[in-house]
């Protein structure tokens, strides 16, 4: 790890050092050949009274100064072109030497010529230039002549066979540190990541935002890699930036070009930093609103907590009913902090802002009719107490214990592992049967089950209470107080209908006691000799057995015989 920060910080300086040469050098790198070379003057004094600068004239990617009057038929455009032109021609004749300019003042014709050697005129100066520039006339061209002196000195210097050397050169070293750099990145992300994981289980901790944890330790690992990743994408845009804003500053066909990405780039920078430093209140306001509201929060929960835990008891609030409310409370501070901040948030005053505000809130008008109607059923399911998490229930068709009630669904698992979810709205529309009521509250009876078994009028009914009453009380998991017992609920044609019931405190046991109980009422009725069926009679009153127990019967009561071939006679 150290050897890797060695490389970065080799990385850095030669990259500082590369861009202290192009700043050092100026405009040009000619100023690293002359540093005793005056800065030329680009402007010149004007009256009070001009608007414009008038036409500039430009050699290279410099502005030498400004020709702000017409003379004859003569445009300043036009003039400053002209000029413009014949300067960049003596620059890029090496035979003329700089020494050769001179200035011939024409009296008769009131103007001041800037010549190259006897014949080659560059510039004109008339006295209304003179005026323009609120100068004299010679000193004004005296102090052109100086601007044009320097300023071909430094384009030739520019353009010079050394200086375009040592660009190449220049572009070999940077060449190198660039290679060299991306080279160590990418060769310490893999480092940097392997050492995250190792301080995945010691270092890092997970994130938690008013004790909600929001991220794992293994998370923000992951989050940080892939932090990690844009930033070597911005590192590597960024050195490749750097790299092509030094290469173009090297050669003097480009500089102009090097200067313009440099100022987009400054450009840029500073206004992100002037935009933060205006938002420096905002941002502080906003501060403030979410520390006021984390500690109120905080505040909340202890209450409602204590509130949960029974050591804060309120009448009439129940401690299950502590964190929905809590939840609910929170939902209601949120919003009401997001609606105060929202004015001090960047861009919130924009068009756009506002637009897309009214865009997100209408597409959540209309596709959220379900969702809060599932919201406010949840809602009205918690505060009305139907039932609570692991009580065994029935929900329309759907029988079993309830793993999770949300605002929007409940999920329940049946006996056969079956997790089925609910949404909440259907269940405030269906009838909901709590098999575990009685074991939460213990003012309430005890839990019946029951079932039913048809038997003959020819067997005692005290017969079968008492075999029945019997195998309710071998039944596991059954209360012995109260006592079971049995309720005849029909007499119909052929047969009677026995229903046994027991009280138990095991609701979700209920399938294995009852499976038990069948069990043993077929145990009890063989042992009494009692057959289990639903007989179907037809009355044929000719001397049949009646159905009447035997008990009920007289004395002398004989039942009559008869022969099978009384009523089938045999065939002839």
Not at 196 to 207: C, E, F, H, N, V
Not at 286 to 309: G, S
Not at 491 to 499: A, K
Not at 533 to 550: C, E, F, K, Q, V
Request: with cysteine; net charge negative; charged share 20%.
């Amino acid at each position: 790890m150290a050897q890797f920060w060695r490389r970065f910080i080799l990385v850095c300086t030669a990259f500082l050092l590369c861009w202290q040469i192009t700043v050092w050098q100026g405009k040009n790198l000619g100023a690293i050949a002359q540093p005793n070379v005056p800065e030329p003057t680009i402007t010149v004094e004007k009256p009070e009274n001009t608007l414009s600068q008038g036409s500039p004239v430009i050699l290279g990617d410099s502005t030498l100064f400004f020709i702000d009057a017409r003379i004859g038929s003569f445009p300043p455009d036009f003039r400053a072109q002209v000029t413009s032109e014949r300067i960049l021609k003596f620059a890029k004749n090496d035979q003329l030497s700089l020494d050769d300019l001179r200035i011939v003042d024409n009296e008769d014709t009131q103007t001041v010529d800037i010549l190259v050697g006897e014949e080659t005129l560059l510039v004109t100066l008339a006295e209304i230039d003179a005026v323009a520039a609120n100068a004299n006339r010679y000193d004004l061209a005296e102090q052109y002549t100086d601007i044009i002196r320097t300023e071909v000195a430094a384009f030739r210097e520019v353009h010079s066979l050394r200086n375009i050397l040592l660009g190449v050169v220049y572009t070999i070293v940077a060449t190198l540190v660039l290679v060299t750099s991306l080279i160590v990145l990418n060769r310490s992300i893999p480092k940097i990541h392997r050492r995250l994981r190792i301080w995945q289980t010691t270092w890092i901790p997970s994130i938690k935002v008013l004790g909600v944890e929001l991220l794992s330790a293994k998370r923000v690992v992951d989050l940080i890699s892939e932090l990690i990743k844009i930033l070597r994408l911005t590192t590597w845009l960024t050195f490749i930036y750097i790299y092509a804003n030094l290469v173009l500053s090297f050669f003097p066909w480009t500089q102009g070009l090097a200067r313009l990405l440099f100022e987009y780039a400054k450009n840029a920078t500073v206004t992100v930093i002037l935009g933060g430093l205006t938002y420096l209140p905002n941002l502080f306001f906003i501060a403030v609103i979410i520390f006021v509201t984390a500690y109120f929060l905080k505040i909340c929960k202890f209450f409602f907590t204590e509130i949960e835990r029974s050591k804060i008891i309120i009448q009439g609030f129940y401690p299950e009913w502590a964190m929905p409310t809590y939840k609910l409370v929170q939902f209601l501070v949120l919003a009401f902090a997001a609606i105060v901040a929202f004015p001090y948030l960047p861009g919130s005053d924009t068009p756009a802002f506002q637009g897309i505000s009214i865009f997100l809130g209408l597409l959540l008008s209309l596709g959220s009719t379900a969702a809060v109607a599932n919201v406010v059923a949840g809602t009205i399911m918690t505060y009305t107490r139907a039932f609570r998490i692991g009580d065994r229930i029935q929900i329309g068709d759907t029988k079993g214990d309830v793993l999770e009630k949300t605002l929007l669904v409940t999920r329940i698992r049946t006996i056969k592992n079956e997790v089925i979810t609910i949404p909440n709205s259907a269940v405030l529309s269906s009838h909901i049967i709590n098999f575990s009521e009685s074991k939460n509250d213990t003012e309430t009876p005890p839990l019946i089950i029951h079932t039913t078994i048809t038997l003959g009028y020819d067997v005692p009914w005290r017969k079968v209470h008492a075999v029945l009453v019997d195998a309710a009380s071998a039944t596991e998991h059954t209360l012995v107080e109260p006592k079971p017992f049995v309720l005849q609920t029909s007499l119909d044609d052929f047969y009677v209908s026995y229903e046994i019931n027991v009280y138990v405190d095991e609701p979700k046991m209920m399938a294995k006691i009852y499976s038990q109980l069948h069990q043993n009422i077929q145990d009890k009725c063989n042992e009494a000799d009692i057959e289990i069926l639903s007989p179907h009679y037809g009355a044929m009153r000719d001397g049949n057995r009646t159905t009447i127990p035997a008990d009920y019967l007289p004395s002398d009561y004989e039942a009559p015989s008869f022969r099978l071939g009384d009523f089938f006679p045999p065939k002839s």
